[in-house]
């Protein structure tokens, strides 16, 4: 295992820099937020006042984060991070801000290591993903303690993806289960995991080119075996779709219920607004 390591490092010297770069740089930039206090937000609900999160890492802690809804979401991966972060650092908001800055700075690490594997292209892949790493939109997800869905979701989403780049360069039974393991961590993380199929049969499409007939003869005989090979994911996005939306059933402020036309109808404004502030 040593020697497989001491190849990849000295045939990928230069993306291993860069990926390490990427690292470091994202420590530096977000290095002040580990003096942040909490946020008069969710920071209360969410750890402050929680006092399944204060306890620490134990068992009860543990089977308590896998048997509740709370904040009407079912996270016990979210949960966890927040208990391992009391057990680590002690009470306060300093470990779970350390915790957030390190989980983003190697979730850009990792992506440039993804983008490079799937592309081939050196600065290219790198480009997009200091943009990622260094984009203004990343500030609430790792300054704010309760917006730790998104860097610990998304750590293992770039674990899934990774996973996958693999099983592409050599198909295999178990790999694809690891994109199934780290899409499951992430799914119980976050629930926007659920795109992890769909995202993946893009990139079989381009830049992968598993995919090259999207229509006519052929084309179905190409796609069947991809959708196959992802139907456990497939599987894991509609129970978790099914979770979320029995579990999180109201809108914000009176907590109101709102109906699934209603959801529905956010997507779209959502979307461009997230488009927007991107720009």
């Not at 937000?41 to 306890?55: A, F, H, I, K, T």
Request: net charge positive.
């Amino acid at each position: 295992m040593k020697e497989k390591f001491r190849r990849i490092f000295f045939a990928n010297r230069m993306e291993v820099g860069m990926a390490i770069f990427l690292f470091v740089v994202t420590l530096a930039v977000f290095w002040q937020a580990r003096g942040f206090g909490y946020i008069n937000l969710d920071d209360n609900s969410y750890v402050m006042r929680n006092p399944m999160v204060l306890g620490g890492l134990t068992w009860s802690g543990v089977h308590q984060a896998f048997t509740t809804v709370l904040e009407q979401w079912w996270l016990p991966f979210l949960w966890i991070s927040y208990m391992a972060d009391i057990a680590l650092w002690g009470p306060g908001p300093y470990g779970h801000h350390w915790t957030n800055i390190l989980l983003h700075a190697a979730n850009a690490g990792i992506l440039y290591w993804v983008l490079f594997r799937l592309t081939g292209t050196r600065w290219r892949s790198f480009f997009v993903a200091a943009l990622f790493a260094w984009h203004p939109t990343r500030v609430e997800a790792v300054a704010w303690i309760a917006a730790r869905k998104d860097v610990l979701s998304g750590f293992f989403f770039m674990l899934a993806l990774w996973a996958y780049v693999r099983h592409v360069e050599k198909p295999s039974v178990r790999r694809m289960a690891l994109v199934s393991v780290a899409m499951l961590a992430g799914l119980m993380s976050k629930a926007i995991l659920i795109v992890l199929p769909v995202l993946l049969l893009l990139l079989d499409f381009w830049p992968l080119r598993r995919i090259r007939k999207t229509w006519g003869a052929g084309a179905w005989g190409e796609c069947k075996p991809l959708l196959l090979e992802k139907i456990t994911l497939i599987v894991l996005a509609a129970v978790f779709m099914g979770v979320n939306l029995c579990t999180h059933t109201t809108g914000r402020g009176d907590g109101a219920p709102i109906t699934w036309m209603t959801r529905l109808g956010m997507i779209p404004p959502n979307i461009m607004e997230y488009v927007e502030k991107a720009v």
